[in-house]
């Protein structure tokens, strides 16, 4: 099985900056796209951004110049980089891989979720 553990959430004030992390464990042969997403109360949950196992990104565009996606393969661990942070970026922040597992089955995993508030 693989699991998948985030942390870096927490209460910023509109402007800061924040940085999400989200490392992957088990029985992991590859991992393919990772992303984050978000769902904010009432709202469904909604693309962040995602990068390729090629290093290539997306972005909503809600974030496009504000949030950096990252990954390290050898950690198996995916960044969300967070600055100019607004009131309305405020959610619950989750991580998805698409792993290739060491039986060569290919699933998608979750992370927790990790709460973001930006408040004054």
């Known amino acids: 099985q693989v699991q998948l553990v985030e942390s870096g959430g927490g209460l910023v004030q509109p402007g800061g900056s924040l940085r999400l992390s989200c490392a992957a464990s088990g029985s992991i042969f590859r991992i393919n796209a990772m992303g984050w997403y978000r769902q904010a109360p009432g709202k469904e949950r909604e693309l962040v951004a995602q990068?390729?196992?090629?290093?290539?990104?997306d972005y909503a565009d809600s974030v496009k110049g504000r949030f950096t996606i990252s990954r390290d393969d050898a950690k198996n661990t995916v960044w969300l980089q967070m600055n100019s942070l607004k009131p309305e970026d405020t959610a619950v922040y989750y991580c998805k891989m698409v792993v290739v597992t060491l039986t060569t089955y290919t699933s998608d995993f979750w992370g927790q979720g990790t709460q973001v508030t930006v408040s004054s």
């Open positions: 990068i390729t196992s090629g290093g290539s990104t």
